[in-house]
T-cell receptor, first 111, second 113 residues
Framework: KQEVTQIPAALSVPEGENLVLNCSFT??????LQWFRQDPGKGLTSLLL?????REQTSGRLNASLDKSSGRSTLYIAASQPGDSATYLC??????????FGQGTELSVKP | NAGVMQNPRHLVRRRGQEARLRCSPM?????VYWYRQLPEEGLKFMVY????????ESGMPKERFSAEFPKEGPSILRIQQVVRGDSAAYFC???????????FGEGSRLTVL
């Protein structure tokens, strides 16, 4: 059974810091991996999609990596800003398009 | 191009009533998914539909819950005889391709009194 773990569960950093969020999974038989952010009381916003054949994807200050063999993905946020405060979710895209989510990392960036 | 549209955003029902949640996928997307987020829990898959077909309903409770995606109109998640444990946020997502990038709606928050 596929399990997704995100570490840390919560993170508080001062503005301007670079940070790394971790996601690990138990079964490497995934199609793709997607990172989302969720603001309180809101829906999910797609940040980055990494296809299984890719090693990383970049969008602005965000960089996500994927190592299927070790069952790990990381989301790197450069020069963090208070507006980055949200819950970050890692999701595996499995056969049939079904997503399996981690529990999320709650990020707080202090001005 | 409008995103995934869900309504209502908030719904209050008394125990035993019915709840109907609607989802219009992004234009051109034929794959629709429903997820549930219970308080203090992660998002869990419920059902995957394509037009007029249920592809995978392995995450749906066996009773009281049903979903459809008709040829015309939005996808509907229907919960009959709601109980307090059904209180949750229900999210709809759509994609252009199976295993492609998924886009989520803002969710429908159901409160059962």
């Amino acid at each position: 059974k596929q399990e997704v773990t995100q570490i840390p569960a919560a993170l508080s950093v001062p503005e301007g810091e670079n940070l790394v969020l971790n996601c690990s999974f138990t079964d490497s038989a995934i199609y793709n991996l997607q990172w989302f952010r969720q603001d309180p009381g809101k829906g999910l916003t797609s940040l980055l999609l990494i296809q299984s054949s890719q090693r990383e994807q970049t969008s602005g200050r965000l960089n996500a990596s994927l190592d299927k063999s070790s069952g790990r993905s990381t989301l790197y946020i450069a020069a963090s800003q208070p507006g980055d405060s949200a819950t970050y979710l890692c999701a595996l895209i499995m056969e049939g398009g079904k997503l399996i989510f981690g529990q999320g990392t709650e990020l707080s960036v202090k001005p | 191009n409008a995103g995934v549209m869900q309504n209502p955003r908030h719904l209050v029902r008394r125990r035993g009533q019915e709840a109907r949640l609607r989802c219009s996928p992004m234009k051109g997307h034929s794959h629709v998914y429903w997820y549930r987020q219970l308080p203090e829990e992660g998002l869990k898959f419920m059902v995957y539909l394509q037009k007029e077909n249920i592809i995978d309903e392995s995450g749906m409770p066996k009773e009281r819950f049903s979903a459809e995606f008709p040829k015309e109109g939005p996808s509907i998640l229907r919960i009959q005889q709601v109980v307090r444990g059904d209180s949750a946020a229900y999210f709809c997502a759509s994609s252009l391709q199976v295993t492609g990038e998924l886009f989520f709606g803002e969710g429908s928050r159901l409160t059962v009194l």
